[in-house]
């Protein structure tokens, strides 16, 4: 499908003022819920990755769970969740990064990646490219190789993909979109 892309872009709804005055939130929901779509979607990605030959696919906690899951599924790769802290059972490593307004934490299972592995870390959205830096750094920390960085939408205005590409990581996203 040449224009992709354009097809992505048109079923992402915006919600102005959410969840703050003067954020224009990119919702990804009426994307995931057209079979159609989604398909488009999720062939994208697994044509990018193919034959880079990933041996699993990192999503970043929760909406990177949704495409990370099924492109580890079509790539019959392993899927591995970064999850925000306490939320995982076993022994995990943690990773600290900066918000607008304080801190977040996300950490991963001390065991899920080996040294050596190739993945791809994904999520539905860059905007400053915090979480998806915090991700990235757990995973090395664990010897993974990062093949790329990779996300639906880019917001470049904000910053977090050009902090991402500085900090070394190669970035795809699909879209992009003005403002915030």
């Known amino acids: 499908m040449p224009d992709a892309a354009d097809y992505i872009r048109r079923h992402i709804r915006t919600v102005p003022d959410w969840p703050l005055p003067g954020v224009q939130f990119r919702d990804i929901t009426p994307l995931l819920s057209n079979p159609r779509v989604f398909r488009v979607l999720i062939d994208q990605f697994v044509h990018r990755y193919f034959d880079q030959k990933p041996t699993a696919i990192a999503g970043l906690d ?32 943690e990773e600290s990064y900066e918000l607008e307004y304080g801190s977040a934490t996300v950490e991963i299972h001390s065991d899920a990646v080996k040294p050596g592995e190739r993945i791809v870390l994904i999520d539905d959205l860059i905007a400053t490219g915090g979480t998806m830096l915090a991700g990235a750094r757990l995973l090395q920390r664990l010897g993974a190789e990062i093949i790329e960085g990779a996300a639906i939408v880019d917001l470049p205005e904000l910053g977090g993909s050009a902090k991402l590409r500085a900090a070394g990581l190669a970035l795809f996203t699909l879209v992009d979109f003005e403002g915030h």
């Open 62 to 93: 929760a909406r990177g769970f949704i495409i990370g899951s099924v492109l580890a599924y079509e790539l019959n790769i392993g899927f591995v969740p970064i999850r925000k802290k306490g939320k995982l059972p076993f022994s995990t490593v």
